[in-house]
């Protein structure tokens, strides 16, 4: 039996490296666990709903979720923590910045390499895209950004966090012929989230 417990061991010392290295692969910017994640201050979704996602359905069935909220009511906490989990579970996540993932995209496209960049964006089982909306996006990265969506439309699924509800994505893609499309095949198949309450991050500023 000495042999079964070396294998086991040996077994759950390789998926520990891989989980760590995909854990250093997924760039988040800082250890946000769910467990952290304080409810009572949202007026507009619970434990339960996020909770409900655990089971990484919506990874297998290549859905989509999106958290729309102003800043500061966790949005990023919740992808961050859901992107955490994903890994525990064994799939591949990559966390990025909206700025960071249109300025790569562009400086891909600038070089001719935007097909290459997307299909090794396209590795990971879930594309977490944090902050779309605060900053503008000039006409060329707006289409990259489609190229990018479409690439991933029923291939890979997207955690997105935007301070934009999609009726104003109109004019934030300053009424390009890239929003709706854009829209369509992030909602299609998604699970959307209105946050709301007060700014985390306003109510520790004004308690300290």
Request: positive net charge; aromatic residues 12%.
């Amino acid at each position: 039996m000495e042999w079964v417990a070396a294998f086991v061991w040996n077994q759950w010392q390789a998926w520990s490296g891989i989980r760590k290295r995909h854990f250093k692969q997924a760039h988040f910017p800082m250890e946000k666990r769910l467990d952290d994640f304080d409810y009572r201050h949202q007026t507009t979704i619970n434990k339960r709903q996020i909770s409900a996602l655990l089971d990484f359905n919506f990874l297998d069935q290549r859905q989509n979720l999106v958290f729309i909220g102003p800043p500061g009511v966790g949005k990023t906490h919740l992808a961050i923590g859901l992107g955490y989990k994903a890994i525990e579970a064994g799939y591949k996540v990559l966390f990025k910045t909206a700025m960071t993932l249109v300025e790569e995209l562009e400086l891909a496209e600038k070089r001719g390499e935007l097909k290459k960049r997307i299909s090794l964006l396209a590795k990971n089982d879930l594309l977490i895209i944090d902050e779309l909306g605060y900053l503008p996006m000039s006409r060329q990265s707006r289409y990259n950004l489609f190229q990018l969506v479409n690439s991933l439309y029923e291939y890979r699924s997207i955690i997105l966090t935007t301070n934009k509800d999609f009726t104003d994505w109109g004019e934030f893609f300053h009424n390009d012929n890239v929003a709706i499309p854009i829209v369509d095949r992030i909602i299609h198949h998604s699970h959307i989230f209105m946050l709301g309450g007060e700014s985390y991050r306003l109510k520790e500023k004004l308690t300290n």
